[in-house]
């Protein structure tokens, strides 16, 4: 495939002068012929067999996904827009009016402090006639009788959505106004934020290259819940608008060949292609269109250009011999960005003048004819024929090119220009001039002050905006904060084989206990449906291959092979109403699918419960910007980081081995994380999710580490849930020693093991007793502290709240030693909420991971049983209870090399 612009008009082939034209127009005709007689399938069919007949002739045919740098839709095949044009140029023009004003108005502001509050006006000037198109005729609300599209809006554009939203009624003035300024709880957020604007936003689009990604696994996922009929999808689409330059994220461009494969026809990229990126063009030494262009057919797309508006078209009839289209084709993306910033004059001299038929051809024209030739993304009938012909596309998704002008109807002050993106200030002569551009009815009194404007509501604008989105079954964007669905999670006793304690000889582990649970979710008639298990590739991994026969694995063309496993039990299974999402290794496009899966009950009215289970640090250090972007969505279900913690997975090494995702985890703040060692703390943890997630829809997502060491599990305390749940409970009291010395140990996940022998030897070899505690988490335990130091902070005078960790502690005597499989900043969370006077330790796996067996691994990190069990003499010590040469003694007994290097530096 070749992605690079050819310099070479239609008419004759790339790279070679023509030796015989009147050849060449024989066999163009013939084409013309066979097209006229016999239509394009026929003329398709037949230059397929002519490249398949050469190349068995050894002619060297390479693969050009390229078409010609003109409209994809020839004049007479484009669909006429039903709408009332006159009417939407105003409204459009009331809009690009109000969002400038709102972009201005709030970096007139001049803080104290200083600092500009920011906003985008070119953005939006490049893109209103695609929004206009989009919100008058083909953007569906959800209604009773469809189920809503989902818009991932370009985020720089907000200030056009919200000018929008101001003319419809759903948005005051006053919003406007405080457009940026959000902590007063009355302003707009900068871009599309779910978390900020519940019933407005559906999407986070601004951290560029997600929005397209996240949006082809959601339209994946729309066609994964028809498929199981769990929702009627098949008359919804999603729209993609992005940026041209924002191609260039790997994200943007990563997926689609996915949604080539899987025929995700109710797909729609639209990339504005305006030529520019934040600071200069995109592709100045090339052509962006052509690029993308090649890059998506190539991939399996239907590829629509739309570059020309219809002023162009006469143009373009009378270009016999494409000495138009040839120039068209060889200019570069940096010279058609230097035309938008000039004037006519200078584009019928470097443009048109590059050959002299086409300067001929608009001698007749004046320099401001050859101004107003406008680039297609700003011709309304053209963007409607655009939009309609993809609507209608069938088994291929689809992508507009369409060029536009970035800054477009801003002017001197920023069209075309490079720095047009950072300008959100005008002087009153740049606002004129916008004014008079767009026929805005404000006098030249009010200019300094920017008034928004808004017909009256009996006025033929505004009765035609309402009337269209009326049609469509209501307003856009609008995202549903809550599912009509009700759901009861099946009570925490169905899940026996979790909670009760392992038979003698039956160990497992807390990866096959969150199997277990989920397999035993399956079964509820009601909720296993819902349940949407996603797997990366690792099924075996984690002991999860038995549901590859039970639930099947979703694939929309079924199973059409005989796998090679067919005759086992647990057989490789691939079906069209499979409910596995099987990504492959792919663990950003898993995350995606999770995402869709968990903002279903916002973008389908469903519920439902995605288990997405992967290598933990493959997890948030991978992809926390989607990790971030499901926090803003309000996602709901659960991330599972199997092989957890830094000296778990023995073997595989320094990229393995996690040993600070659950710090990554605590920065998203619905995030909810816990590390549970025991089988029973799965079953708590995962069961309580599903309650507030479920039943309670409260807007958080679990996170789990989980472990494939296997070992004897305790089974649930009676009374102890809740404490699981806060994150530290007594699992192990100590045997009172005749020395009455104590100390108390913490740990989580695998090292909660280490704390139960150490207890051991302290109790045999030093005369001391400890109590152990699991903690499941340290980042719940020191959220609520935190919240208790903020409570008490702003209410001195009140009965100071005492954290969950030292109501624990307070009648358990003696210093604290905290030991986890993660760096030390994990258990360091919770100092400053253990009982005043109390000393703390803490161990943890700072450094990167090796290779080599848990017990060295656990030695070299300073975390195991002996390290323990120096650190809880070591706090003695500091606390005058044993002398300092009971520390040296213990070193010298355990055979401590205590010159070795530091495992952080190691």
Known sequence: MSAIPESHSGTSAPGAPDLDTQETREWMDALSAVIEAEGPERAHFLLEQLLEHARQSSIDMPFSANTGYVNTIEVDQEERCPGNIEIEERLRAYMRWNAMAMVVKANRHHPEDGGDLGGHIGSFASLAHMFGAGFNHFWHAESENHGGDCLYIQGHV??????????????????????????????LSSYPHPKLMPEFWQFPTVSMGLGPLMAIYQARFLKYLHARGIANTENRKVWVFCGDGEMDEVESLGAIGLAAREGLDNLIFVINCNLQRLDGPVRGNGKIVQELEGTFRGAGWNVIKLLWGANWDPLLARDKDGALRKVMMDTLDGDYQAF????????????FGRDPKTLEMVAKMSDDDIWNLRRGGHDPQKVYAAYHKAVHHKGQPTVLLIKTVKGFGMGKSGEGKNNVHQTKKLTDDDIKAFRDR?????????????????????????????????????????????????????????????????????????????????????????????????????????????????????????????????????????????????????????????????????????????????????????????????????????????????????????????????????????????????????????????????????????????????????????????????????????????????????????????????????????????????????????????????????????????SFVAQQLENHDGPVVASTDYIKSYAEQIRSFIPKGRTYKVLGTDGFGRSDFRSKLREHFEINRHFIVIAA?????????????????????YGINTDKVNPLYA
């Open 158 to 187: 907000s200030p056009g959505v919200y000018a929008r939203a101001y003319m419809e009624g759903r948005l005051t003035e006053e919003q406007l106004l405080n457009f940026r300024q959000e902590t007063g709880g009355k302003g």
């Open 340 to 351: 938008k910033a000039n004037d006519g004059a200078f584009v019928r001299k470097n443009f």
């Open 438 to 802: 767009f026929n805005i009815p404000v006098p030249d009194s009010q200019i300094a002050d920017i008034p928004f404007y808004k017909p009256a509501d009996d006025t033929p604008e505004m009765k035609y905006l309402h009337e269209r989105r009326k049609a469509l079954g209501g307003y856009l964007p609008h995202r549903r904060a809550k599912a009509d669905e009700h759901f009861t999670v099946p009570a925490l006793e169905n899940f026996k084989s979790v909670m009760e304690p392992t038979p003698e000889g039956r160990e497992i582990s807390t990866t096959q206990a969150y199997v277990r649970f989920l397999t035993q979710l399956l079964r509820d008639q009601a909720l296993g449906p819902r349940v949407v298990p996603i797997l990366v590739d690792e099924a075996r991994t984690f002991g999860m291959e038995g549901l590859f026969r039970q639930i099947g694995i979703y694939n929309p063309a079924g199973q059409q092979y005989t796998p090679v496993d067919k005759d086992q039990v647990m057989y490789y299974k691939e079906d069209k109403k499979g409910q596995i999402l099987q990504e492959g290794i792919n663990e950003a496009g898993g995350m995606s699918s999770w995402i869709a899966a968990a903002t279903s009950y916002s973008t389908s009215n469903r519920i439902m419960v995605p288990f997405y289970v992967y290598y933990s640090m493959f997890g948030f250090q991978r992809i926390g910007d989607l990790a971030w972007a499901a926090g803003d969505m309000q996602a709901r279900g659960f991330l599972l980081g199997g092989t957890s913690g830094r000296t778990t997975l023995n073997g595989e090494g320094l990229q393995h081995e996690d040993g600070h995702s659950h710090i990554l985890a605590g920065t998203i703040p619905n995030c909810i994380s816990y590390d549970p060692t025991f089988a029973h703390e799965v079953g708590v943890i995962l069961h309580h999710g599903l309650k507030r997630m479920v039943e309670k829809q409260d807007n958080v997502f679990y996170y789990l580490t989980l472990l494939n060491e296997n070992y004897a599990m305790p089974g649930l305390t009676p009374g102890t849930e809740e404490q699981i749940i806060k994150g530290m409970y007594l699992c192990k009291p100590g045997t009172d020693a005749s020395t009455g010395l104590r100390v108390q140990l913490l740990g989580s996940g695998t090292i909660l093991r280490e704390s139960f022998v150490a207890q051991k030897l302290l109790l045999e070899d030093w005369g001391v007793t400890a109590d152990v505690w699991s903690c499941p988490s340290f980042n719940e335990l020191a959220r609520d502290g935190q919240a208790c130091e903020r409570d008490n902070l702003l209410h001195p005078t009140e009965t100071p709240k005492v």
């Open 873 to 893: 003499l070591k706090a003695l010590s500091e606390d005058g209870k044993v002398p300092v040469s009971k520390v040296s003694e213990a070193i010298a007994k």
